[in-house]
């Protein structure tokens, strides 16, 4: 059974950092492809950064790029998102998502690729 649980969310002023995390169970982050997906009230939810696995090749949403990095930790089993210069337009419930399937180096920013997902949690900058 596949679990993934975030942490990190909170409060801060534009400008600002947070780092969000994301610990699997039931799998192995190392091997499968994983993304961090967001949603905004009345949004639909939105590519922010994905990995595959293996390789660990990278990818980001155009409004992320240079602020946001993804990376992951094998021994603990735990995906990240480090997010700098936050703005309000960050503003939303951030996901952490995996796939199956094996993918070297792909990665995937479409939600339907996606087969597990964890719970969210809140990301709200300050202007």
């Known amino acids: 059974q596949v679990q993934l649980v975030e942490s990190g969310g909170g409060l801060v002023q534009a400008g600002g950092s947070l780092s969000l995390s994301c610990a699997a169970s039931?799998?192995?982050?190392?091997?499968?492809?994983m993304g961090w997906f967001r949603q905004a009230p009345g949004k639909e939810r939105e590519f922010v950064a994905a990995i595959s696995g293996g390789a660990g090749t990278t990818n980001y949403a155009d409004s992320v790029k240079g602020r946001f990095s993804i990376r992951r930790d094998n021994a603990k089993n735990t995906l990240y998102l480090q997010m700098n210069s936050l703005k309000p337009e960050d503003t939303a419930v951030y996901y952490c998502?995996?796939?199956?399937?094996?993918?070297?180096?792909?990665?995937?920013?479409?939600?339907?690729?996606?087969?597990?997902w964890g719970q969210g949690t809140q990301v709200t900058v300050s202007s």
């Open positions: 039931g799998r192995t982050v190392s091997y499968y492809a």
């Open positions: 998502a995996t796939r199956n399937g094996y993918s070297s180096s792909g990665t995937y920013s479409a939600p339907v690729s996606y087969s597990y």
